[in-house]
């Protein structure tokens, strides 16, 4: 049998260790061929690849952040109209299965190929954590505990100079990021997509605290993360190129208002792609691996259409169509128990 592989999206600690995983597997377990596409879908449309061998170097892709195979975001318009150069590609390597691994954006095309008759098998990827059907996704354990030792390190600065401090993390539709990195670094208010927040509330807190003898006030707020209509208006940032809406530094936003409204200085960090970058945690390389075995094993029983999933303690299989139907976002009873801690 021959593998195709390709990662999709935006990069995530944890994508090497799974083509690692899909690599070796194929090759020890079953005697097949792995081709790495280039760039996501691109390297389908454009026929780029590489052949992947279980040689020995591929051990150090367990450590190494991004992707070796390269990766890119590609407008669904342009994959449709692709369809018959991607059957042709693949068709020219001999590819039986397609393993993408990606995001909410490529397993939705995944989807769409495997109604067009295209075996694939997907992967879930993204720092995000907002992939349903699985309960966690690799690269969230990663993300998560960059932005935790962030904010450990912003407690102390904040404290000396009784300074309110704003730390942005990634999440655009989700706020797993900010609950998590929030609960676990004892943030006093968190601001997620999922939940509109009132700029009244958030000075609220913060006087109260101060009120109360507090020395600093660390706010985590998801670059989601919405005003209450009717509280304060965001500046517009238009759309991208995918007709998505652009994210225009809440933040930064957020910190004006409280300045305006209550005498405190406000300082603020935007993590940004450094919650991205780097190397793996050992949990994510653990599940990437997992996932890129499972993958592979799916691949070689004939179990197409379907994406790997953590359930509980096992890998399992899912439809990828359910899988891409909704996001997965933060149920408000999750919410309502990091609220106990705020203020
Ligand atoms: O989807 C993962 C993610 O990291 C989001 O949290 C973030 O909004 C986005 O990607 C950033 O994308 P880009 O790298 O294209 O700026």
């Given at each position: 049998m021959r593998i195709g592989v390709l990662t999709g999206g935006g990069d995530c600690p944890g994508l090497n260790a799974?083509?690692?995983?899909?690599?070796?597997?194929?090759?020890?377990?079953?005697?097949?061929a792995v081709v790495g596409f280039l760039d996501g879908w691109r390297g389908l449309l454009e026929d780029r690849r590489i052949h992947l061998a279980a040689d020995d170097r591929n051990d150090r892709l367990l450590a190494k952040g991004g992707t070796m195979l390269g990766t890119a975001r590609t407008h669904p318009d342009k994959l449709r109209a692709g369809l018959d150069q991607i059957r042709q590609t693949l068709d020219d390597n001999g590819i039986d299965v397609l393993i993408p691994i990606g995001g909410e954006g490529t397993l939705t095309a995944a989807s769409w190929l495997a109604d067009e008759g295209v075996p694939v098998v997907g992967v879930p990827k993204t720092i995000d954590n907002?992939?349903?059907?699985?309960?966690v996704t690799f690269g969230f354990d990663t993300a998560l505990t960059v932005a935790t030792d962030a904010i450990d390190r912003l407690h102390s600065t904040a404290e000396s100079h009784q300074r309110v401090m704003l730390v942005e993390v990634m999440g655009r539709h989700a706020g797993w990021i900010a609950l998590h990195s929030g609960i676990a670094s004892g943030a006093h208010m968190i601001l997620i997509p999922e939940q509109p927040f009132d700029v009244e509330e958030v000075c609220r807190l913060v006087k109260r605290r101060f009120q109360r003898g507090d020395s600093h006030f660390i706010c985590v707020v998801a670059e989601g993360a919405k005003p209450k209509e009717g509280t304060f208006s965001m500046a517009q940032g238009g759309?991208?190129?995918?007709g998505h809406e652009r994210f225009t530094g809440v933040a930064q936003q957020l910190a004006i208002e409280i300045e305006r409204r209550i005498n405190k200085e406000v300082r603020t960090t935007v993590l940004g792609h450094v919650q991205r970058g780097g190397k793996p945690t050992p949990y994510d390389r653990v599940?990437?691996?997992?996932?890129?075995?499972n993958a592979a094993d799916a691949a070689h029983n004939g179990d197409t259409g379907m994406m790997v999933s953590l359930q509980g303690p096992n890998i399992g299989l899912v439809p990828i169509g359910e899988a891409t139907k909704e996001l997965k976002l933060v149920p408000q009873n999750r919410y309502e128990d990091a609220a106990a801690f705020f203020g």
């Open positions: 799974v083509i690692r995983a899909v690599v070796r597997t194929s090759e020890v377990r079953y005697g097949s907002d992939i349903d059907c699985t309960d759309l991208d190129e995918f599940l990437a691996t997992r996932f890129g075995v």
